[in-house]
Antibody, heavy 118, light 108 residues
Framework: QVQLVQSGAEVKKPGASVKVSCKAS????????ISWVRQAPGQGLEWMGW????????NYAQKVQGRVTMTTDTSTSTVYMELRSLRSDDTAVYYC???????????WGQGTLVTVSS | EIVLTQSPGTLSLSPGERATLSCRAS???????LAWYQQKPGQAPRLLIY???SRATDIPDGFSGSGSGTDFTLTISRLEPEDFAVYYC?????????FGGGTKVEIK
């Protein structure tokens, strides 16, 4: 069955960086992209961007452009999302999700809580 | 950027009742690429509907989606206890992808 397993919770200080991983299994990794969506505590969903696993193309939301990098490691079927220059308003649960070329996300990871606090 | 406005913010209903959730887009959604997700506390969102009206795999037929252009609706025909949750619409027809603010369906 399709599974996306994310790395564990992180606590970071303002200005630091965080790198969250998303390991895929149960499907042909190269056939789908991966999107990242975050959710601040008690808030709604915010799309952060998408990466094509096939060729590494990326599309980032303007809000995080310049601070985010999404990468893939096809040898381990893992996608990474690195967010730099962390601020308190980056505190959120970060989700990865398998994405069709249309942009539709279907299967989601379990989420990774990133807390930014001094 | 397409802004999605969901209404109402909260819907208070009893089990067995019908729920009608609205999602209005600030401009036409390309190819009616509009999805609905259900999210329960502590869980990841779950895809219910895509392409405005197609049910995702294993989604009960009590969930249905309709609409086109800028106005979309999610209908739950008879609320089961497990249907009380927050529902989000999302457009994936143009970048940036955007989500609505959500509708909470709570037990009356």
């Amino acid at each position: 069955q399709v599974q996306l397993v994310q790395s564990g919770a992180e606590v970071k200080k303002p200005g630091a960086s965080v790198k969250v991983s998303c390991k895929a299994s149960g499907y042909t990794f190269a056939n789908y992209g991966i999107s990242w969506v975050r959710q601040a505590p008690g808030q709604g969903l915010e799309w952060m961007g998408w990466i094509s696993v096939q060729n590494g193309d990326t599309n980032y939301a303007q809000k995080v452009q310049g601070r985010v990098t999404m990468t893939t490691d096809t040898s381990t079927s893992t996608v990474y999302m690195e967010l730099r220059s962390l601020r308190s308003d980056d505190t959120a649960v970060y989700y990865c999700a398998r994405t069709y070329t249309s942009g539709l996300t279907h299967y989601w990871g379990q989420g990774t809580l990133v807390t930014v606090s001094s | 950027e397409i802004v999605l406005t969901q209404s109402p913010g909260t819907l208070s209903l009893s089990p067995g009742e019908r729920a009608t959730l609205s999602c209005r887009a600030s401009q036409s959604v390309s190819s009616n690429y509009l999805a609905w997700y259900q999210q329960k506390p502590g869980q990841a969102p779950r895809l219910l509907i895509y392409g405005a009206s197609s049910r995702a795999t294993d989604i009960p037929d009590g969930f249905s989606g309709s609409g086109s252009g800028t106005d979309f609706t999610l209908t739950i025909s008879r609320l089961e206890p497990e249907d009380f949750a927050v529902y989000y619409c999302q457009q994936y027809g143009s970048s940036p992808l955007t989500f609505g603010g959500g509708t909470k369906v709570e037990i009356k």
